[in-house]
């Protein structure tokens, strides 16, 4: 692939960026009102004028052709999972069955009213129990609540569960502890959660370091929060003397379920010692990633906090209570040690219909194969690489066998041939392909985190493999050009100094 | 090889070749063996696509959905008509199965619909900036306190019972984490009360909430309530219904600092309650205070115009403990379609939709307020939906009431007694484009008939006694 000089600027990046708001004219529109079908009284009757608006908003005014190609061109603007590799660590960015969007449009998913009396949605109900049921299964924990909304929304309920069980017992703790290796979300759920945080530090092998823990581990701690395989992609071997160590001074341990896909039927985080766990129905559970959300992120809780739980809950009624109601499950609000609410009515039960399909596709055996493909495949990644000398200048982060994903250090890559991660990942633009997650976990320099997924072929695998080892050589000729890159994507390097320094954050009218 | 992998035996043999190994299992060595299982998970075996489909389809036609029946449920939520493009563009791969746009030169779609989206929100709402979306509605909401706890660091916030109920909790929930108390102030004849309201006000407060139309669909007067809230320098954050902002007036030039709502009404179906979008946009002061992800424009190195996350320093990946949230999804897909929906309905078709929903909504409630039994629970100006009280005994008479109707596939709307006791026999009307003047008709017809005979002291079909409030 050559370096293009300006002059060969492709179609895409000749198509300049026109926002929806710069195009159409007045008076043109998609919509037509329904004829006006009851006796039309004066609106001053109806709403006074002072409560009205004075200036209709400056929304667009689009023919229903002009609004589907602009969104159709600028769709094509993206990279997408369905066209390429998207090998990004600790998205777990697998395929995604059109199934599922086909069973969660049938409208007696799509257009059930949240507040649906529950006698007439009891398919609904019903899916949202098995689903939880599979839930605590995989998780090894007997109670699941489906209401938090993503993988922080879950981290959220997990802390103000611990609070609540805390409080519950008349027990003042002021601290939660995160490894240093920790997703973001995890200190800032701590704070937002009224705790503060305290740091646990990585031993040589990447895992929790047991004497740093032994030693910062006192009854002001409230609860450990802990990826297990852990953000580095390798399971922590002492996870159950962790776990002691940790209920020994009363605290809970959270299992932030970021990395589930490693582990699925292989172990569970309720075996580990773990009292609370979210999981990631875009992650694990292959709900789309649409971009940036939807996500969805239930929690799985042991029998200690499970009064604590966010209302309301699903239950199943006994044979007599259900007896003529109609209602053989339901939902629960009388729950009086509740958290409450964390968002409107149920969760994202779009999400749920998703990942309920996939669990039924799957099932128990298929389940277990994902995990066990997922972790083949990112350690074949990674032998592909040493195979091809990538990792004298790339080399793991850790020196183990890894789970689903791995760590590789861009800093020997940096002091030989002068080229940074954030090069190596902007040169793989040009090779179509989505660039391994950069810069995390920060205790890494120069990070890489590559998470194939199960659902990629070995070839796929081969060939990116070989696009990294040919951007290296290509850089060992000359650094420039992967300094440079990216040169064919629909705009080059973009200038986000600027960007952070003057807000521009709408379209001026 | 299981559905959706690849690895035939051959690769597999290759693999673990390369790797070292001479097994799976012994990739998963480290997982200590007291915590690593043999036996399978106790689920059923996988199934075949259609064999999937044919479960979840059985499991659809046990819910009675707004296809089944004519409903003037809304609450919250409402079942507008959802446009065919945004179901295509929805469902376009480009749109659909990308992740965050953490490399912006291969992400300017999802980038620019952002930078789209945010235009559209401070154009609805009259605020200077909006983020690309949050979770929902009351998370918004809940969010918006906290981004007042930073601003000013008081300890007390002012809630109207106008505010949706499921805000109001989701409030309660999270100020359990970060430490606010929060007083609520009753309604009067539908609106919030401003004696009860300029009481609680002191310079403890460190926000008042709102909402715009509130929770009995009354449309509030904002300026007395804002004016009071700023002589003690408190935050004013007002809940809209994006949709009724096409008639009222823009909460930005109203004065008011934070505006948050539940975006479903705008392009997005029921889906049992989500997923949707939660809309969040302030005043320019807030901005470096804002939850979740921003989109900004700038342009690349050979100065094409192009877009980026910004702002990020605000964010939990670079702040950690010291983030303005933890937030780290959007609903980027929810709101793709409230842009589009946005633009599809255009400057005229946003006046017009309003217009038509406050005509038919006026005579729904006329049509109503007629019948024998009913009256209405506040006389407040309404946009699309408005309460009445039923003469009835209790909740449990409304419920049956609201069974009778069902049973003739019409759904009169939601029991406020559930959430709001002092009202135990409202009942809360929702109309939307979908019902039309015939569904109206219809609705009095059955309602009043469902109500004298549940007057009449006859049995009603289906209706259960079993049943509690359902939040506090």
Redesign the interface.
């Known amino acids: 692939m050559s370096r293009l000089a300006?002059s060969a600027e492709t179609a895409m990046?000749r198509d300049?960026?026109v926002?929806?708001?710069e195009k159409g004219s007045?008076?043109?529109?998609?919509?037509?009102?329904?004829a006006?079908?009851?006796?039309?009284?004066p609106?001053d009757e109806?709403?006074?004028a002072r409560?009205?608006?004075?200036?209709?908003?400056?929304?667009?005014?689009?023919s229903?052709p002009e609004?589907?190609r602009h969104?159709?061109r600028?769709?094509?603007?993206?990279?997408?999972?369905?066209?390429g590799f998207?090998p990004?660590g600790s998205?777990t960015?697998?395929?995604?069955?059109r199934?599922h969007?086909?069973?969660?449009?049938?409208?007696?998913?799509?257009?059930?009213?949240?507040?649906?009396?529950p006698?007439?949605?009891?398919?609904?109900l019903?899916?949202m129990w098995n689903l939880e049921r599979?839930l605590a299964?995989?998780a090894g924990l007997p109670h699941v609540s489906l209401q938090p909304?993503?993988?922080?929304?879950g981290?959220?309920a997990g802390?103000?569960l611990t609070?609540?069980y805390h409080a519950d017992r008349g027990d003042q703790r002021r601290t939660v502890l995160t490894p240093d290796t920790a997703?973001?979300?995890n200190?800032?759920?701590?704070?937002?959660?009224?705790y503060?945080?305290v740091k646990v530090g990585t031993n040589a092998d990447g895992g929790v370091d047991i004497d740093d823990l032994r030693a910062k581990a006192d009854r002001d701690v409230a609860c450990l929060m802990l990826t297990n395989p852990n953000t580095l992609g390798?399971?922590d071997?002492n996870?159950?003397d962790i776990a002691r160590i940790v209920h020994d001074v009363g605290a809970t341990v959270y299992y932030d379920g970021a990395n589930l896909n490693a582990?699925m039927?292989?172990?569970?985080p309720g075996?580990?010692g773990f009292d609370i766990v979210h999981f990631n129905l875009?992650k694990s559970f292959t709900q789309?990633?649409?971009?940036?959300?939807?996500?969805?992120g239930p929690i799985a809780v042991s029998d200690r906090i499970e009064p604590y739980l966010?209302r309301?809950v699903i239950v199943r009624r006994g044979g007599e209570?259900s007896n003529?109601?109609?209602?053989e499950f339901d939902?629960d609000?009388?729950r009086p040690k509740s958290?409450?609410?964390?968002?409107?009515?149920?969760?994202?039960?779009?999400?749920c219909?998703r990942a309920?399909?996939y669990?039924?596709?799957?099932?128990?055996?298929?389940?277990?194969?994902?995990s066990?493909?997922a972790?083949?495949?990112a350690?074949?990644l990674?032998?592909?690489l040493r195979?091809l000398g990538v990792c004298e200048l790339l080399p793991p982060a850790y020196d183990?066998?890894c789970m689903h994903e791995f760590a590789l250090t861009g800093a020997p890559m940096k002091s030989e041939l002068g080229i940074r991660t954030l090069d190596l990942?902007?040169r793989l633009?040009d090779h179509g392909y989505?660039?391994p997650?950069v810069y995390?976990p920060l205790l890494v320099d120069e990070a890489l985190l590559i998470e194939p997924t199960?659902?990629?072929?070995?070839e796929t695998l081969d060939g990116f493999a070989e696009a990294i080892a040919e951007i290296l050589s290509e850089a060992r000729e000359d650094p420039e050009v992967a300094r440079?890159a990216?040169y064919t994507?629909?705009?080059?390097?973009?200038?986000?100094a600027?960007?952070?320094k003057h807000?521009?954050?709408?379209?001026a009218? | 090889?299981?559905?959706?992998?690849?690895?035939t035996d051959a690769?597999?043999s290759?693999?673990?070749e390369?790797?070292?190994?001479a097994s799976?299992e012994?990739?998963?060595?480290?997982?200590?063996a007291?915590?690593?299982?043999s036996a399978?998970?106790?689920?059923?075996?996988?199934?075949g696509?259609a064999e999937?489909?044919a479960?979840?389809?059985?499991?659809?036609?046990?819910?009675?959905?707004?296809?089944?029946e004519v409903?003037f449920?809304g609450?919250?939520?409402y079942?507008h008509y959802v446009?065919a493009?945004i179901?295509?563009?929805m469902?376009?791969?480009?749109?659909?199965?990308?992740?965050?746009?953490?490399?912006?030169?291969?992400?300017?779609?999802?980038l620019?619909?952002m930078?789209?989206y945010?235009?559209?929100i401070?154009?609805?709402t009259g605020m200077d900036?909006?983020n690309?979306?949050v979770?929902?509605?009351?998370?918004a909401l809940a969010a918006a306190a906290?981004l007042a706890k930073l601003s000013n660091g008081r300890p007390r916030l002012v809630v109207s019972r106008g505010v949706?109920p499921?805000?109001r909790?989701?409030l309660?929930?999270?100020c359990?984490?970060?430490?606010m108390t929060v007083t609520e102030i009753p309604l009067s004849n539908g609106l919030t009360d401003l004696a009860a309201w300029t009481k609680a006000l002191d310079d403890d407060v460190s926000a008042v909430l709102l909402s715009q139309p509130n929770f009995l669909g009354a449309?509030e007067?904002l300026e007395p309530l804002i004016a009071a809230a700023r002589e003690h320098g408190a935050l004013v954050i007002s809940n809209a219904d994006p949709l009724a902002?096409?008639?009222?007036?823009?909460p930005g030039?109203l004065g008011v600092d934070v505006c948050v709502g539940?975006g479903q009404t705008l392009g997005n179906?029921?889906?049992?309650?989500?997923?949707s979008?939660g809309f969040f946009a302030a005043r320019d002061e807030h901005?470096r205070r804002m939850p979740g992800?921003?989109?900004?424009?700038?342009?690349?190195?050979?100065g094409?115009?192009?877009?980026?996350l910004?702002?990020?320093?605000r964010?939990?990946?670079?702040?950690?403990?010291?983030?303005t949230?933890?937030?780290?999804?959007?609903?980027?897909?929810?709101a793709?379609a409230g842009?589009?929906y946005?633009?599809?309905?255009?400057?005229?078709?946003?006046?017009?939709?309003c217009?038509?929903l406050?005509?038919?909504t006026?005579?729904a409630r006329q049509a109503l307020s007629a019948l024998d039994g009913v009256s209405e629970l506040h006389n407040q100006?309404v946009?699309r939906e408005f309460a009445v009280t039923l003469e009835l005994a209790d909740l449990a008479a409304v419920?049956r009431v609201?069974?009778r109707c069902?049973a003739e596939h019409v759904?009169p709307g939601?029991p406020l007694g559930i959430d709001y006791p002092e009202h135990p026999t409202g009942l809360l009307v929702a109309i939307t484009?979908q019902r039309?003047?015939?569904d109206?008709d219809r609705l009095a017809d059955v309602l009043g008939r469902a109500l004298a005979s549940e007057r009449a002291g006859a049995q009603a079909p289906?209706a259960?006694?079993?049943e509690?409030?359902?939040?506090a």
Not at chain 1, 324 to 327: A, D, E, V
Not at chain 2, 176 to 179: A, D, E, L, V
């Open positions: 300006d990046q300049r960026a926002t929806i708001f007045p008076g043109r529109r998609a919509f037509v009102a329904p006006l079908d009851v006796p039309e009284l609106l109806l709403i006074p409560l009205r608006r004075r200036e209709p908003a400056r929304l667009p005014e689009v229903e609004l589907v969104y159709v600028i769709s094509r603007r993206n990279f997408d999972l369905d066209s998207y990004l998205c960015m697998k395929h995604n069955p199934l969007e086909r069973v969660a449009g049938l409208a007696g998913h799509a257009r059930l009213h949240p507040l649906q009396d006698a007439r949605a009891q398919g609904a019903a899916l599979a299964e995989i909304s993503a993988g922080s929304h981290e959220l802390v103000l609070r609540a997703h973001g979300t200190p800032a759920t701590v704070t937002m959660a009224g503060e945080v390798l399971f071997p996870i159950e582990v039927g292989v172990s569970r075996d580990m875009h789309p990633h649409g971009g940036g959300g939807p996500g969805s966010p309301p209570h003529g109601s109609g209602r939902l609000y009388e958290i409450g609410r964390l968002r409107g009515f149920q969760g994202n039960y779009g999400c219909v309920y399909a669990i039924c596709s799957l099932g128990a055996s298929g389940l277990r194969d994902a066990e493909t972790v083949l495949n350690n074949y990674l032998a592909r195979q183990r066998i990942a902007k633009l989505h660039p997650t995390f199960e659902t990629e072929t070995k440079g990216p994507t629909p705009v080059r390097r973009l200038d986000e600027s960007a952070a807000p521009v954050l709408r379209q009218l | 090889m299981s559905r959706y992998t690849a690895v690769d597999r290759a693999m673990l390369a790797i070292g190994v799976v012994e990739l998963f060595a480290e997982i200590p007291t915590v690593r299982r399978p998970l106790d689920l059923p075996e996988g199934l696509e999937v489909y479960h979840l389809r059985d499991l659809a036609a046990r819910n009675t959905s707004a296809e089944d409903s449920l609450a919250g939520m079942d446009p493009v179901d295509m563009l469902g376009r791969s480009e749109f659909l199965t990308p992740y965050t746009p953490y490399q912006p030169e291969i992400s300017q779609g999802g620019q619909v930078f789209e945010q235009t559209a401070c154009e609805l900036v909006s690309a979306s979770y929902d509605g009351p998370s906290y949706h499921h805000g909790e989701t309660s929930t999270l359990q984490g970060y430490g449309v007067d902002l096409g008639i009222l007036e823009a030039v539940e179906r029921l889906d049992f309650g989500g997923p979008f901005v992800r921003i989109a900004g424009e700038t342009a690349d190195v050979d094409r115009r192009g877009f980026v910004t702002l990020q320093t964010e939990q990946h670079i702040r950690r403990e010291k983030a949230s933890n937030i780290c999804t959007a609903q980027a897909l929810n793709l842009v589009v946005l633009s599809w309905l255009g400057r005229r078709g946003l006046v017009e939709l217009e038509l406050v005509q038919r006026a005579y100006p946009v419920r609201v069974a069902a759904n939601y484009e039309s003047r015939a109206i289906g259960s006694s079993h509690g409030g359902q939040t």
